[in-house]
C-alpha cells in the first residue's frame, strides 16, 4: 500500500488510486447553436429518486465544457458491453454522429441506439468543483433494456465477468 497526499507533485499516483474503482461508461449528448455535441464521461451518478436526478460532471479542460455548463437539455446514455467504440469515438471527437447509430426525439436531442439506459434531462443545477462542473439534471424520460453494461477500471474497458 503506497500513501500520499494528492497534489501536483502525485497527480498520476492520485489518478491511478481513483482507477481503481470500476465505473460505467456513458455518453452525454446535448444540441448546440452549430449542431449536436456528445463525450464519453464516466462521471455518472444517481442523485435522488424523487424528484429523479443525476450528475455527470465534465472537466473544465475539455474543448466540449461550455456546451455541456451552459446546455439545457442533454441526454446521458449508458453503454452496452459491445458498445466500446462509440465511447471511443466520444472520447476523440464530439461529432461523430455520423458514425453511430443515433435518433432524435422531439427535444432535439440526439440519442444514441442499442444503449443499455438512456435518460433525458433538464438541467437542474451546476456547481462548481475545481477542476470539473457538477451538473445535475432532472430526468423527465427514461428507457432501459437488459444487457451487460461497458465498464472502466485501471484505464481500460471491459465487462463484468463476476460468478453468479
Known sequence: MTRF???????RAYRDALGSFATGVTVVTTRTSQGPVGITANSFASVSLDPALVLWSPAKSSRRHDAFA???SFAIHVLDAAQGAVAEAFVKDGAPFDRVAVRNVATGIPLLDDC????ECRRHAAHDAGDHTIIVGEVIAAETRPGEPLLF???KYGRFTGAN
Not at 5 to 11: L, M, T
Not at 116 to 119: E, G, Q
Open 153 to 155: 477500471v485501471q484505464g
Open 116 to 119: 443499455l439506459a438512456v435518460f
Open 70 to 72: 451552459g446546455a439545457q
Open 5 to 11: 497526499q494528492p497534489g501536483p507533485e502525485s497527480q
